[in-house]
Structures are given as structure tokens and as C-alpha cells.
């Protein structure tokens, strides 16, 4: 679905390139997390996949990315958002309408679609989100995480395959962030989506996600499975990126390796486990 073949990119004036030699194959329906620390070149990479990089933002670029078998840089960013969709880290900034409903028909309704269409499409967005009930409800009164998955029913309604969201919960409370990395989870379960999504809370990407990128200075420096990238925890944090509280104390105790619980529950199971065999131990001492 999404090809980066040696990409590099460098914003003007900058001292040096915002990526280096980038190069990622991102299959149809994968759920991908991009994690580093700031100024790694996770927002860029998004804007070189939706193609805001070259048609928006000048600069220095190298390399190639296709989409769907198209490059990027050959198709204007009014045709890429039919096939990339993409949600920003600010939802406020990304809702126009006064009313949820309304949002989500914008972008359709510019698209001249049908009117029958139109709210076809904005029925099973609203319902893809769990957010049918919001549909007569004032943008202006939604809650952070509301906000957030209206502005993705919005990306939805234009079915694009592919869905980018840079650092979709930094602003939400937990709830919210919850919140939006189950609906997430469900589109990828329900619709084949493929999503790539920069965050920095590992523990929901190790739930969600299939694969874990870490970028560092413009390079990708780890790429593989959640488990098997946050195990490595020192060299994550020479590149700016935090594991879970629950590995770091569960690392502490001993546990090493993919073992290494991420979650709460996971970690709860592990703890049992240790002193259980603990007390075997102790047992069989005496």
C-alpha cells in the first residue's frame, strides 16, 4: 500500500535533513506506530505519504513514495485525500461546521456528492466512531476525545484506504485517548484500513499496533513488532522514547526480553507469577 524508497527531505534554512534515507514497505490493513523523540522526523514522513511534502511544504527531497502504486509527488493533494486520509494532533483546529453532522458532510457536500450519498456516507462514519449519537449535537460542546473522533468520521467519509494521524491523543485525558485507540482498533478489525499513526504512549500502540517504526534524527533506527522494539529498553531511551511504567518496574524485578508485560492486566499476571514461583522457591528451601 504505502512504498518509501530512500527518502530524504530537508525543510529550508534548516541545519540539517528532517529525514535521511528513509526506506518502509507498509502493507494493505497494517496498523504501523511511529515513536521517536521530537524533531526525529515523525511528522514529516506523515507529510510525504499524504503529500503535503512536496505540494505544500517547499524543500530539498530525495527518494520516492507511492501510495497505491502512485507516486506521491505526482498526484495533487486535493486527489490524495480520497485515498490518504489524515487527522491532526489539534481537533479543535480541524472542525469548521457548527453542528457533528454538518462537519462531517463538509468535505462531501464540496465534493458535490449526491445528497443520498452524502448521508449514507456521514451514517456509517458517525456509527464507524461511535459517535451516531453526537450527530445533532454543537462541534463547540464535545469533549476532547468527541472532537477527535468526529474529526475522524470526517476523514472517513471520504473512504480513503489509508488513514495518517499525527499524535491524535497528546491533548486528550485518558479516557479520551481510550477512547480513540479503540475506534482505531475496530476500523482496522472492520474496514482493512491501513494506519499509520505517530505516538508516543507505547503502551497503546504494543496493544494496538502490529509494528513499531522509532525514527531518530531523520533515520529509522528500530522496525518490528511492539514487544520485540519496546524490550529494548536502553536503546529506547537514548532515543527519546519511554516503554510502559508497568516494563520499566516488571525490568526492574528481573523480567527481560518480549516477556516483558506492557499493559496493567499483563503486568498484574506477571507479578502472580513471580511470586508464585517465588514461594515455590521458598518452599522447596525449607
Known sequence: MIVVDRLSFQYPGSAAPALQDVSLTIAPGDFVGVVGAAGAGKTTLLRCINGLI???????????VTVGGAAVDTRPVAAMARVVGTVLEDAESQLVCAEVEEEVAFALENA????V????????????????HLRRRPTAFLSGGEKQRVAIATVLALEPRVLLLDEPTSELD????????????????????????????????????????????????????????LARRDELAAYGVRVPQVSSLAAALGCTGEATPVTPAEGREWLQKALRGAGHVRAARG
Open 54 to 64: 512536496p505540494h505544500f511544504y517547499a524543500g530539498r527531497l530525495a527518494g520516492r
Open 112 to 115: 458535490r456528492l449526491d445528497p
Open 117 to 132: 450519498q452524502v448521508r449514507s456516507r456521514v451514517n456509517r462514519a458517525l456509527e464507524l466512531v461511535g459517535a451516531a
Open 174 to 229: 485518558p479516557l479520551g485517548t481510550e477512547e480513540v485507540f479503540a475506534v482505531l482498533g475496530r476500523l482496522r478489525r472492520e474496514l482493512g484500513l491501513t494506519i499509520v499513526v505517530v505516538e508516543q504512549k507505547t503502551r497503546l500502540l504494543a496493544q494496538y499496533a502490529g509494528r513499531l517504526v522509532v525514527l531518530d534524527r531523520g533515520r529509522v533506527v528500530m522496525d518490528g513488532p511492539p514487544r520485540a522494539v
